[in-house]
């Protein structure tokens, strides 16, 4: 499997990085670099999830961004050879296709076409991170909750993933006992089901109806952006 924003390069521009990819695998819950870490490599997703977590007072942490074979990990938190402002975890095991900082930042440097590449990913990275904050602040759990598992759906490549309560409850920054709750609610309603550390999407067309705006606005800016966009596996 590609990585998308790879992909999508010009031929000349894959070729100033492709000779200095290696993969790595990531397993669920491995921390790629914490906040404050010089972050020495760029992460491409090739399947699998990252999301991007917003550090908080004692010890609490929530997701602020998702980012699966669409996009890239490493280079978005802040200026090249710069420090992370964020913390980067696997929320569903992968791997991706990694390339060296300074190798990633001399093609940058040689090509104006990648530098505009990578401008509209982090554009469209921003938006998501600003519509997610909104959409915490303003919108019911049940909305949200469908609207963070479309967005895993469509970068996990597969209608069943692993997660747990208290991954759900972490990522949203809830309570478990609530994620249960709002959890058997949509249940009920056959859009999801559930097992003993596993969520498996059954009706995508009728959790989309479920979620908040934010999804689609989520959607929207990227196919404006003309930034690839992943697509749920059915």
């Known amino acids: 499997m590609d990585n998308l924003w790879i992909a999508a390069l010009d031929p000349e521009d894959r070729r100033r990085i492709e000779p200095h990819l290696h993969e790595k695998p990531f397993a669920q819950g491995q921390l790629l670099y914490d906040a404050g870490e010089a972050v020495d490599e760029v992460w491409f997703p ?65 090509s104006e076409s990648m530098r505009t590449a990578l401008s509209k990913f982090t554009e469209s990275l ?12 303003q919108h019911k759990l049940d909305e949200r909750l469908a609207r963070w598992l479309l967005t895993l759906h469509d970068r996990a490549g597969s209608d ?26 949509l249940e009920g309603r056959h859009l999801i089901r559930r097992g003993r550390g596993w969520v498996e999407v059954l009706d995508r067309k009728a959790l989309e109806s479920a979620s908040c705006g934010c999804y689609g606005v989520m959607r929207g800016v990227m196919k404006d952006l003309g930034v690839p966009r992943p697509t749920a596996a059915h």
Not at 60 to 65: L, Q
Not at 161 to 180: E, K, P, Y
């Open 46 to 110: 090739l399947n699998g999830v990252v999301s991007l977590m917003t550090l908080l007072p004692e010890d609490k942490m929530v997701e602020t961004a998702a980012i699966g074979r669409e996009g890239l990990v490493g280079v978005t938190c802040g200026p090249l050879n710069a420090r992370a402002s964020s913390r980067a975890i696997a929320q569903i095991e992968g791997s991706a296709a990694c390339c060296p900082s300074d190798v990633f930042s001399d093609a940058l440097a040689k």
């Open 126 to 137: 921003f938006a998501q991170i600003q519509q997610t904050a909104a959409c915490n602040a």
């Open 160 to 185: 069943r993933f692993d997660l747990t309560q208290s991954d759900i409850a972490g990522m949203l920054g809830v309570r478990r006992a609530t994620v249960s709750e709002v959890g058997s609610e």
